[in-house]
């Protein structure tokens, strides 16, 4: 069993950036590819941004059309924990973001990965 848990969101003007964070336990971080999906209120949960690898030591990072240019992906081993720098925020940014792990690779037409965490809210004001 994996947890994740989610931080870093908030309350924010257009414009700004929030960086969230993921920390992961239970099971080796490095085996699991990770990912963020988010859901805004009277939508469907979408998918964000993944990391994985091709090899042992080379990683390869995915993105929403909505997000490229604006969120940086990126993850920490030794830590067990991913990130999401968030810059440039729009109010269609505005949703509860989710982590999530799965032991198989996460790419934009991922549904249900294995894990989730509990959210963390992102609001943007306009």
């Known amino acids: 069993q994996v947890q994740l848990v989610e931080s870093g969101g908030g309350l924010v003007q257009t414009g700004a950036s929030l960086r969230l964070s993921c920390a992961a336990s239970?099971?080796?971080?490095?085996?699991?590819?990770m990912g963020w999906f988010r859901q805004a209120p009277g939508k469907e949960r979408e998918f964000v941004s993944a990391?994985?690898?091709?090899?042992?030591?080379?990683?390869?990072?995915y993105y929403a059309d909505s997000v490229k240019g604006r969120f940086t992906i990126s993850r920490d081993n030794a830590k067990n924990t991913v990130y999401l720098q968030m810059n440039s925020l729009k109010p269609e940014d505005t949703a509860v973001y989710y982590c999530?792990?799965?032991?198989?690779?996460?790419?934009?037409?991922?549904?249900?990965?294995?894990?989730w965490g509990q959210g963390t809210q992102v609001t943007v004001s306009s």
């Open positions: 999530a792990a799965d032991g198989g690779k996460i790419v934009p037409s991922t549904k249900t990965p294995t894990y």
């Open positions: 239970g099971r080796t971080f490095s085996s699991y590819n």
């Open positions: 990391i994985s690898w091709s090899g042992r030591s080379t990683y390869y990072t």
